[in-house]
């Protein structure tokens, strides 16, 4: 058994795709064959937990091998899943998914945005976390290049990621937070000047500012954006109305 829990199982996430069609409660495949969500969830999920493994490695793998040891040769449904679980990597745990040999279906995983906070991880400590930085370093600069610090345990929180409680996937986000990316330097974490009571705040760290940008983390959050709208198109009226009713 994996020494990780799912990422799914803890942090819910969107379908993404555009092969991802759900139609009464099945997916549409490649094929036009229907596949049941718990079969696509329970596909998607070992997926998820086996391509970590590779990265942590520093390993290729291939469509074969995925489809032999994750899939169990159900070669007509790869592309859903193979995408789904892509897209989730690339948004919890910040790590890319690219094809490196088109022929042969051979495919690396490298981090987003060039981040490095994940190398020294081995598979037997920690999912990558990458993804989290990317959504700190995001959300100091949507709040002028400094952060209140109850702002961002409040984007958190809505997350599940909260302070207190260990996360499957981040554990516990204090320490990671205003600790162990401190010490690395991708966040600095100070007081308020003057603030009394005293209050704190988040900035960019140094190393964060030498392995990435703020042009090239907007433009990352912008691609995802892109992908999120193609995979959820505007709802109806109808559509918005039964769903605001039903909340």
């Known amino acids: 058994p994996s020494p990780w829990p799912s990422p799914i199982t803890c942090w819910t996430l969107p379908k993404l795709g555009s092969l991802d ?30 391509l970590p493994f590779k990265y942590l490695a520093k390993e290729l793998t291939s469509q074969a091998e995925i489809l032999k040891k994750v899939l169990r040769d159900n070669q007509e449904h790869f592309p859903v899943v193979f995408s789904q679980a892509s897209h989730c990597l690339e948004l919890v745990c910040g790590v890319e998914v690219k094809e490196v040999d088109p022929r042969e279906h051979i495919y690396i995983m490298v981090p987003n945005l060039g981040l490095t906070c994940d190398v020294m991880l081995s598979s037997a400590q920690s999912m990558p976390k990458a993804g989290l ?8 600069m949507q709040n002028g290049d400094r952060a209140p610090e109850e702002k961002v345990w409040g984007a958190l929180s809505r997350l599940g990621v909260c302070v207190g409680s260990v996360h499957c996937v981040f554990g516990e986000p204090r320490t990671l937070l205003t600790h162990v990316w401190v010490q690395e330097g991708y966040l600095e974490y100070r007081q308020v000047p003057y603030s009394y009571p005293a209050r704190y705040e988040f900035l960019w760290g140094p190393r964060a500012y030498a392995e990435t940008s703020k042009r090239e983390v907007m433009a990352f959050l912008l691609r995802i954006k892109e992908r999120a709208s193609r995979a959820f198109p505007p709802l109806s009226a109808e559509a918005a109305r039964e769903e605001d009713e039903a909340a």
């Open 21 to 50: 069609q759900n139609i009464e409660g099945k997916t549409l495949t490649s094929t036009g064959e229907f596949l049941p969500p718990e079969a696509l969830k329970e596909m998607k999920a070992n997926l998820i937990k086996f």
């Open 133 to 140: 930085l990317v959504l700190i370093l995001s959300l100091i």
